[in-house]
Nanobody, 130 residues
């Protein structure tokens, strides 16, 4: 059984940076599509970024392109989300999600459908405020 967990959230001023990490227990993340989702108060959960198993393929939602970078380190069993130039609208609970296989990344409707992912972390709070 794969279990995922996020870390690295916190409070940051607008324009600042945070780095979120996702790791796993039970199995490694290596062969799984991984996505980062976020949910702001009163809003639906939205996909932010996703990465394929080997790590060479990445996707970003338009609102974070150029500011966020997703990467994975197989040796450390980590998938990181580097968030720069943070804005108040980036505030929310951020979730790491792992698919059962690497197919989610290549889904014809995109990699941001929550139903594509089988394992979810508890979430980490990111607050961007002055």
């Amino acid at each position: 059984q794969l279990q995922v967990a996020e870390s690295g959230g916190g409070l940051v001023q607008p324009g600042g940076s945070l780095r979120l990490s996702c790791t796993s227990s039970g199995r490694t993340l290596e062969y799984h599509s991984i996505a980062w989702f976020r949910q702001a108060p009163g809003k639906e959960r939205e996909g932010v970024s996703c990465i394929n198993g080997p790590g060479g393929g990445t996707e970003y939602v338009d609102s974070v392109k150029g500011r966020f970078t997703v990467s994975r380190d197989h040796a450390k069993n980590l998938v990181d989300l580097q968030m720069n130039s943070l804005k108040p609208e980036d505030t929310g609970v951020y979730y790491c999600a792992a698919a059962l296989t690497d197919r989610a990344f290549y889904h014809r409707d995109g990699c941001y459908k929550p139903d594509l992912y089988d394992y979810w972390g508890q979430g980490t709070q990111v607050t961007v405020s002055s």
